[in-house]
Every structure is written in C-alpha cells, then in structure tokens.
C-alpha cells in the first residue's frame, strides 16, 4: 500500500491558489511588503509577507486564517476530483497560533468573536460536513506532524482518505515579540545568506488529499506518493535546535521511505534565515548527505513568502511536488553572501530547470525540537 497526493490547494502572500502560488515563487516573486495588519510605528521591523485580503488599509477583521484554510481545503477536494463533502473523512489540521488574531482584535479592539471559532473544527463541519477534525499544533513542524498522523490512518485501514492542512496568520503579539528577540530588525527573510537578521512572519493555508494506493501503480489524479515523514521531539532546547536531533530525523525519514540519502533530487528547506536555525539545518544535511557523488538541488521558500509557520511544512511539500513535474526549481532569494556550512550545497539562487527531479525531501523544524521531515515521489 502506498500514501497518494492526490489533491492540492493553497494560499499566501503572493498567490490565490496553488498553481499561481508556485509560478510566483519559480518566478523569484516576493509577497515582502510594507507591514498592513497593524501600526508598524510600533516595532522596528516594518516589513511582513501578508495576504492582502482586508477590507481596507489598517483594518484588520477576524476570522481571516479559517477563510484561508476553507479555501485550500476546497481547493485540494476539487483538484483530487472529490466532492466538498468530508464526511468521516478525517481532516488534520496543522497550526502554531490558530485564530490568535482574532482574540487579540475581540481583547484590543472588541471586535466580536465567538470563541468557539478557536477550534477550525467548527467551520470546518459547517462548510463540509468534517466531523473528524483534529488539530496538531506541534509549532511550526505543526504540517508535517499532521502529515505524518495521516499516512498512520491511511496505513493502519483506518481511513482510505484524509485531509492534511495547515495555517496561520500573522499576529501582533507574536510579531512584537520577535521585534523584541532579533538584535537587528530583519528587513526580509534572508536563509543561509552571511546578513540574515532572523524571520519575519507570513500569511498562509495549505492542504492536500490523501488517499491509499497500491504499491508500484500510479492512481488517477496522483502526484507523488509519500515515500515516509520521519518525527522526533527533542526538547532540547525551548528555541535552539539542535544539529544532531536533526540529522536523525533525516535518516528516520529515508529509512521509512527506504532510500538512500543519494536517491534525493530536491531538498525544501526549513530555512528561517535565523542564525542557529540556519547553521543546524546546514550541519545536519552536510552530515547527512556527506560521500554522495552529487549532492540534491536545495531552495528555500521562505525567502519569497515568509515563515507561514503551522502551514510552512505542507507549503513546501506542494511546491517540491511541483518542482518533481514540472522541473522548475525556485530560487532562494537574498542569498547573496552564503554562509560557509552551505559552500558545497547546490542551493538555488536563481530560478533553475531541471527535468531529472523525481524524489524530494521536505524540511520542517519547530521550536523544543519539533522536527519533520517527508520524502515525496512524483507519480509520473
């Protein structure tokens, strides 16, 4: 039995859906813009990659992370040929702050909010009927758990398809605590570059289907197969990862997937542009992927639509399924000076093309050291 994409759906700052998502990003095109959301006079960093989807300038409304995930989830069902109709269909939705906005609007502003709303099961069962939900909110690793949890129930025969999403959106008191950590104010999400100052948050949703399939056959509608997520907690640290948790992580996810590291073609990137996450990350793959004759394609998509956090590991995972069919490979933008851990990494700096791609890894690592990593096939 094998793990089937078979549908695919999302949203962020610089596109409506998947498919316009992934050509801005094989573009080189930035959601970075000037922060909306709130008074930016506030903070030093000034910049965030929003979805620019308020009613107006400076007024922000609730509710907006729920729209988001309706859509992609809609999105991914009519992709898979399904109907919008989920019931005993479990939907795993991973997440890092929920509709945190929408409880500091209610407390700061008295926005109306019901705070059943915290829960996405609640529209969720409204728009589709879902009266399986479930939410991960394993930090930012939060999609990747949630991944991971579905190829359990698809594998154990407890479902034969699932819907694995994430999202987040951008709050105010979590963006002011990361003005208060950085000593410099970032200006943009910078991975693996010599000058990167540290993340800035992005708006998104993310969701596939999952369906079971037979070994060695291709299903109607399939992309790519999950080969294995691999999983580990840590808790080494309350933010700093650590190097050597990771490298395991990699491993557990080549051992399930039952590859070898020179199999792989493509690596996303967790690549927060943070100094110590940056460094790990780096560390770990040089181990990892030490003695292959030629090392695997690597970008990093935060660099173009922030650190969409709960929603960054799935955000990853379709744009590497993209990349497996279409051979384009999207640039890491603002990686002018790399850092010396990254020297012999064939990390993207510009839009490439290559049509040889049929197996990627995908990074996802989390504050206490939650960490994911998925390898994923492309189903031809």
């Known amino acids: 039995m094998s793990v089937l994409i078979t549908g695919m759906g999302a949203v962020s700052s610089v596109g409506e859906d998947a498919r316009s998502t992934f050509a801005a990003l094989s573009e080189g095109r930035s959601g970075l813009a000037e922060l909306r959301g709130f008074d930016r006079a506030k903070y030093r960093a000034r910049h965030a990659y929003e979805i620019d989807d308020r009613p107006a300038p400076g007024v922000d409304q609730p509710l907006r992370a729920t729209g988001w995930l309706l859509r992609a989830v809609a999105e991914a069902l009519a992709d898979a040929g399904l109907p919008e109709d989920l019931a005993d269909v479990p939907v795993l939705v991973g997440t890092t702050l929920r509709e945190l906005r929408s409880v500091e609007l209610s407390w700061c502003e008295g926005t109306a909010f019901d705070a059943a709303r915290l829960h996405f099961g609640t529209a969720l069962r409204e728009r589709f009927g879902a009266d399986r939900t479930y939410t991960v909110a394993n930090a930012c690793s939060a999609s990747l758990y949630a991944l991971g949890l579905g190829t359990d129930l698809l594998e154990t025969g407890e479902a034969d398809t699932v819907v694995v999403a994430g999202v987040d959106t951008i709050t105010e008191s979590t963006y002011g605590l990361l003005d208060r950590v950085y000593r410099e104010a970032p200006e943009s999400v910078r991975p693996f570059d010599r000058a990167r100052r540290g993340m800035l948050q992005g708006d998104g949703a993310a969701a596939v289907v999952l369906r079971r399939g037979s070994a060695g056959t291709s299903a109607a509608r399939a992309y790519a197969r999950v080969r294995g997520v691999g999983l580990n907690c840590d808790a080494y640290h309350p933010s700093a990862p650590d190097s050597e948790s990771i490298g395991r992580v ?12 020179s199999d792989v073609d493509l690596v996303l990137l967790h690549g927060t542009g943070t100094p110590l996450n940056d460094e790990a990350e780096a560390v770990a793959l040089a181990e990892v992927f030490a003695g292959v004759p030629r090392a695997p394609r690597m970008t990093a998509i935060k660099s173009m639509i922030g650190h969409t956090a709960g929603a960054s590991g799935l955000h990853s995972l379709i744009t590497a399924v993209q990349s497996l069919h279409s051979g384009r490979v999207p640039p890491t933008l603002g990686l002018d000076e790399p850092i010396d851990e990254v020297a ?9 093309t290559d049509a040889g791609l049929s197996l990627a890894q995908v990074d996802s690592f989390g504050f206490g050291g939650l960490n994911a990593v998925a390898v994923v096939e492309k189903v031809a």
């Open 344 to 352: 012999d990494f064939r990390l993207a700096r510009e839009p490439v």
């Open 250 to 261: 990699m491993r557990e996810a080549h051992g399930r997937a039952g590859i070898k590291p």
